[in-house]
Every structure is written in C-alpha cells, then in structure tokens.
C-alpha cells in the first residue's frame, strides 16, 4: 500500500485534491487520480492536481518553463490529462505561498499550455492566462458562431463559438430572461460538429454591462460549480459577439460557486478569484 500526503482545496468551489511530489513523486495513474477525486471512496474533487518541481516536469513543460519553478500537472476527475485549469492555478498559488515554496507577490507557474504569470490580489490571485483564440475563425467571422449546442431543458439547439482558452471550449448564449437553473447538466450536452478532443461548453445569459451568469460542463468532469477557463472563454465569446466594445474591458462572471473577475488586457485574458486550501491529511493508495 502507499501513503501519499494531499491537501484540498477550492477556487468559487471547482474543486482539487492536491498532491506534493515535492522529489517528482508519486507519479499517478489515470486510476488513481479517479480514486483519488471520488467524492464517496477517495478524498473528493473536480481534478487532480500534482505539485511538481520543474526539472520533474516531462520534457515538453520543462523546455517552455523559462523562470517557473513549479509545474501544475492537472488531471480531470475521469483520469484524463486538461492542457489547463484557471481556478486550478490560483488553488495551486495558494498552496505554494502557505507552504513557502514560493514569495512574493507575483510568480510564474508551469502548465502543459506554457507559464502563467500568477499575482496576488486583494480577492486571491490573478493569473494571465495567455492568448484568447477563435477554434475555427474564418466560420465565427462568417456565421458568428461555428458549432450548436443542446442540452437537455434548452427547447431548442442553440449556435455556439469554439474558443481556445489553451483548453477547449463551446460558449452558447441564451436569452437573458433565460433561468439557467432550469438547464440539465447531468447529461453532456451535445457540440456539433462533435470536438475532436471533446470540450468544456458554458451556457451563458447577460445579467448587465460587464456581467454574465454561467453554468459549465467540463470535458472529463461533468457539471462544476466554477470553471475559470471556461469564465474567460464565456467572456471573450459574449464581448466578441457584441463587436469588441472597447470600453468594456472589466468583466463579472457570476457561476454556482461565487463571482469570478476576467479582464481583457489586448489579446490576453486575465482571470481573477479566491482561492482556498481547507484540508491537509494523507491517503492509502488502493494496490
Ligand atoms: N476547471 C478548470 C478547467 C479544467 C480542465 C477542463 N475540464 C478540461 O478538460 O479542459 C478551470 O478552472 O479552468
């Protein structure tokens, strides 16, 4: 049997079990990471999130890590690898900062999609989450959207915009008097065309200027309470469709966890939020 340390933690309550691999260990399996995130056999969490040194990282991190210390490895409840977690960032910032593995106010993290620039601000930490992309760009700029999404309590298919948040992602609009409590999350809604690599899919409704309300399902997950990424890809698709006002570059996302803040700064995407460690222990790995 192994006995592994972890700590959990939540960013507006996506939330993570984390696990130090302080000298590269424990590696963990695609099972083990299930164990582990099992909310009534293992510890409980949306992912699965390994503290790695740097020169533990695979290759590929460790090749675009520049000055980052650390390596976020996410894994998604299912076992599968995410390119990226934005709340999983500022959960991982924490546990750096309570832990003295890093200082200051602002440091670099390393992801599988590159470094993210994390600062600590009043609320929590902000993370540059990179460069914003349109998947398929030449479809959105003719269409305004590229794929249509249904799920189950929406009465109709609804056109959607595939955005690359360094994850994948499908953002669909609904009306404003839309109450998105009515949605059924519980059955994965359908992208068509059908992604690839599968996608995260946030249904978004306007609440006022520089305001949305969102509820997500994450690829490898299900329904979360909060998806940071997926508040930044809300954000981008629901201010791209609205013709890029330049003055509204502040944003509240409001998701079933707690409000998240997103700024766009040019082609950037900057995600801010809480962040919170509640639990330390160790576990048994099953053999
Ligand atoms: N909850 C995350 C996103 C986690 C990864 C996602 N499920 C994927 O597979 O892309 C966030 O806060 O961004």
């Given amino acids: ?5 972890f700590a959990k933690g939540h960013g507006t309550k996506n939330d993570f079990v984390l696990v130090p691999a302080l000298d590269g260990t424990p590696e963990l399996g695609p099972d083990e990471v299930v164990f582990l995130a099992d909310r009534r056999g293992g510890v409980g969490g949306d992912g699965v999130i390994r503290v790695v040194p740097v020169e533990h990282a695979p290759e590929e991190v460790r090749a675009g890590a520049g000055d980052a210390q650390w390596f976020m490895d996410y894994r998604n409840q299912d076992g599968s690898v995410g390119e990226m977690c934005g709340n999983g960032t500022r959960v991982f910032a924490k546990y750096l900062l309570e832990h003295e593995l890093a200082g200051g106010d602002a440091f670099d993290i390393a992801t599988r999609d590159g470094v993210k620039r994390m600062t600590v601000v009043e609320n929590g930490f902000q993370v540059d989450l ?3 992309r349109l998947a398929r760009e030449q479809e959105a700029a003719g269409r305004g959207s590229d794929s249509v999404v249904q799920a189950v309590g929406m009465p109709d298919p609804l056109p959607a915009l595939s955005i690359d948040m360094g994850n994948p992602h499908n953002v669909v609009a609904l009306p404003p008097e839309f109450d998105l409590s009515t949605l059924d999350l519980t059955h994965p809604p359908r992208v068509d065309p059908v992604p690839e690599h599968g996608s995260n899919v946030e249904f978004v409704r306007a609440v006022g200027p520089g305001h949305i309300a969102m509820r997500v399902h994450e690829r490898g997950v299900g329904e979360t309470q909060s998806c940071g990424t997926g508040a930044a890809a809300a954000v ?9 006002p330049a003055g509204q570059l502040d944003w509240r996302v409001d998701v079933p966890g707690g409000r998240l803040g997103v700024r766009l700064d040019g082609e950037h995407v900057l995600l801010s939020g809480p962040a919170e460690i509640v639990a330390t222990g160790t576990v048994d790995l099953p053999e």
């Fill in 1 to 5: 049997m192994r006995t592994i340390g």
């Fill in 130 to 132: 990179g460069v914003w």
């Fill in 236 to 244: 981008v698709a629901t201010w791209w469709w609205a013709g890029r």
